[in-house]
């Protein structure tokens, strides 16, 4: 059944099961008593909002307590945006998907550090009178800088000062003590590869509130010359190493390879994903001592999952299909005294392009494809299943076969375990899921199918939604709702992971306060589903980018809360939790 028009709220579900029908006639059955409603022990209800930027970019976000001040990284406008939530009431918003009820203060952030043009700002942490923002430089090659203010608590943040850090720092966050400021620098490589940072972490010490002048730069050389053993234990690591681009023969090192994306940490440890190497990092912070984790592949047979863009749901099992994790965003929490990670699996594919004069330049440069509007295209490891050679009597030629799944984006680099150029299996981008993970990178909890079967019950055809134009099914190819936002909050005494969905804009809530026995809770998405609008018709939050959770001691409401950025609709919404 196609839903032409769904405007949500909530929805709340305590569980859900899915049962296959078979399609042999059969008797009628007697009625049954009448079930239970199903309860869930939190409710969220929006109650706050503000289209920061209706180009959309309204992306990390931050709470500082003292104020009940917001604090959102708007990178289309290089701004900070200052909302007061002091005045925020429990009344729920008549029209959520309008309400604009917070209004924002601009900071404009500087356009130079240091004598270096800076870019855009990807990042934003807070720590009582400190905020960090961390802003790329504005050529490629340069590295980029966080840059400090103080101030928050008299509500007027003042510049302090502009640290250098590593390449392309996309993330920021503060220890919990405020001693050490962390940052990801991703180190992306240029569009034809002609130059290719190392991807590093960098670590700048706080003392009394003031950052020092100079950052530890933490570097992955340690690990060059180690490819093959890393990717023994899950590590993926695709690049056109070998190749000649522009008249240059690349040769990625693993260093240049890693690209961090996202650090959770505790006083003592920073656990940092690498997403496109399906991997954690683990710094030890009291000697900077790290290791690399690879996180393996989630087997997708047993499981439900829809590869086809047919507009309709249409779940299959597959034997021979798998999913890299690939996490973006993670998040901690403790059990019985022990750390356990929570990471978003999005996946992401590697795709570069660099400018040419015309398709005959493309080709004598070395690249592997041209496009009028992208140009010339250095590198992806992107194909579809159809497209994957397979080796006679595999698991990939029964699913070659089927054809359910042919225009399945997967990844050229893995699936083929002799090297022979024939596959024996295929490897998704990301797991649809998000997964608990002990100390140790085992496997835990993963949500397995949970989001594909319940976005699907309540969407029905138009689950895997995109995220800027509602056409029902159409990311069912490609890394499904995409769950990339996280965070973790305690309500009462229970644990809960909130988990935002980038395309199809819902979040899930999960009970995680035993990881052992993680369990579905609910599912808020504030959005309307009207087949064949889009961005440019207000329909709602779009593109969850960051979850902040707040405190019922620190909120304006007295009880706690979820912070919501949107990427794609630039609104930010906030959600009231109360306990049933």
Known sequence: ??????????????????????????????????????????????????????????????????????????????????????GLSSEQLSAPTSDTNLSATPLTLPTEANGVALGGANSIAVHNDLMAVAIEADAQASNGFIV??????????????????????????????????IVANEGEPSGDYNNDPEGSIAVISVTDGTPATSATIIDFTSFNGMQNELEAKGLHFPNPSGRTLNGQVIATTVAQDLEPEYITASNDMAYVTLQENNGLALVDLSDNSVQIIGLGYKDWSGLNFDGNEDGTVSFGQYDGLYGAYMPDTIASFSWNGAPFLITANEGDAREYFFDVADEAACIAAGGQDYDEDDGCLAFTEEVKLKNLTAQAGSKLEALQAGGEIDDLRVTNVLGDADGNGEYETAVAYGARSFTVWDQNGLVVFDS?????????????????????????????????????????????????????????????????????????ETYIINRDLTEGLSVDDGIGDLAPESLVFVTADNSPTSQPLLLVGNEVSGSLTVWEITAN
């Open 448 to 520: 397995g199918d949970e989001i594909g079967r319940i976005t699907a019950a309540l969407h029905g055809n138009a689950f895997n939604n995109g995220d800027d134009e509602n056409e029902g099914d159409s990311r069912s190819e490609n890394k499904g709702a995409e769950p990339e936002a996280l965070t973790v909050g305690t309500v009462g005494d229970k644990t809960y992971a909130f988990i935002g969905l980038e395309r199809m804009g819902g979040i899930m809530v999960y009970d995680v306060t035993n990881p052992y026995n993680s369990k579905f």
């Open 148 to 181: 400090f203010y103080n101030g928050l608590n008299a509500g007027t943040p003042v510049f302090l000062s502009a640290v250098e850090v590593g390449n392309l720092p996309d993330m920021v966050t503060f220890t919990p003590d405020g001693s050490k400021v």
């Open 1 to 86: 059944m196609m839903l032409k028009k769904s405007l949500v709220s909530l929805a709340v579900i305590s569980s859900l099961t899915l049962t296959a029908c078979s399609s042999d006639d059969g008797q009628n059955g007697l009625n049954g008593e009448p079930g239970a409603d199903a309860v869930s022990s939190i409710m969220l209800n929006p109650v706050g909002r503000a289209v920061l930027n209706p180009d959309g970019a309204a992306e990390i976000l931050q709470y500082h307590a003292a104020t009940q001040a917001i604090y959102a990284i708007n990178s289309s406008d290089a701004t900070v945006e200052m909302i007061d939530a002091s």
